[in-house]
């Protein structure tokens, strides 16, 4: 039997789950060696890493080089990674419905990265990507 932690983990993991089937298949042939994580809480390093202010919450990270800074010299390489944090995200939904929205949001945004696209590129996608859902 599991624990009511690792039921609430399996939950997540299939948001996750939805979430990438929810990105158009376009975009999804084209990402290669990523491995989409659910983990917990950010680390300290990863709250670093994306530059996140105290007191500020942090809901996905891409850890990787984007396709717009490699070169023709890059390959056999480890998996790049796109973590999605379940603790900040289940802190911020509202309601059951924002949770998946949350997931979606943020992994789409996190693709944008992936992508190559600056933070503010990566909102202005996701606010086009809303409207037409």
Not at 44 to 65: E, F, M, Q, V
Request: proline share 5%; aromatic share 8%; net charge positive.
């Amino acid at each position: 039997m599991r624990s009511k932690r690792e039921e609430e983990r399996a939950r997540f993991d299939r948001l996750v789950q939805e979430a990438w089937l929810a990105i158009p298949a376009g975009f999804r042939r084209r990402v290669e060696n990523v491995a989409i994580v659910a983990e917990d809480e950010p680390g300290p390093d990863d709250l670093r890493r994306a530059r996140c202010p105290r007191g500020s919450t942090l809901l996905g990270l891409y850890h990787g080089i984007p396709l717009t800074r490699r070169t023709s010299s890059y390959g056999l390489v480890l998996p790049d990674k796109i973590s999605i944090y379940r603790g900040p995200i289940e802190r911020m939904a509202r309601h059951e419905r924002d949770l998946a929205r949350i997931v979606r949001d943020t992994l789409w945004h996190e693709l944008g990265h992936y992508f190559g696209m600056d933070e503010g590129q990566v909102r202005q996608a996701a606010r086009r990507w809303r409207k037409t859902r």
